[in-house]
């Protein structure tokens, strides 16, 4: 199973942007997914979880109403808008699956992980 997300650049403050990510390997509508980050220097975080249908979601309480994650399994894609942006979510971001169809433990991590995509927030 291969995990490929994209998106990840150099924004100002306040601005927004989307990540991308998809699943090659897998039944893309079997699996949840997720984004976490790791800032350097901290430990991974959790950010938001999407169950396999997106009918829940999970978001760490730092991002809640800022950010907003989603699926197309029609398209095998998922992606996570970000507004609002802070310095503080500077990070590495990394897209992962598992495969079961919701996020029960998420915040402990994921089975299928992709290499991770920059995010870096200009004060």
């Known amino acids: 199973v291969q995990v490929v997300e994209s998106g990840g650049e150099l924004v100002q403050a306040g601005g927004s942007l989307n990540l991308s990510c998809t699943v090659n390997?897998?039944?893309?509508?079997?699996?949840?997914m997720a984004w976490y980050r790791q800032a350097p220097g901290k430990e991974r975080e959790g950010v938001a979880c999407?169950?396999?249908?997106?009918?829940?979601?999970y978001y760490a309480d730092s991002v809640e109403g800022r950010f907003h994650i989603d699926r197309d399994n029609a398209k095998k894609v998922m992606w996570l808008e970000m507004n609002v942006l802070k310095p503080e979510d500077t990070a590495m971001y990394f897209c992962?699956?598992?495969?079961?169809?919701?996020?029960?433990?998420?915040?402990?991590?994921?089975?299928?992980w992709g290499k991770g995509t920059l995010v870096t927030i200009a004060s």
């Open positions: 390997g897998a039944t893309f509508d079997d699996v949840a």
């Open positions: 999407l169950s396999w249908s997106g009918g829940t979601s």
């Open positions: 992962a699956a598992d495969p079961h169809p919701y996020c029960g433990g998420w915040e402990g991590g994921m089975t299928y």
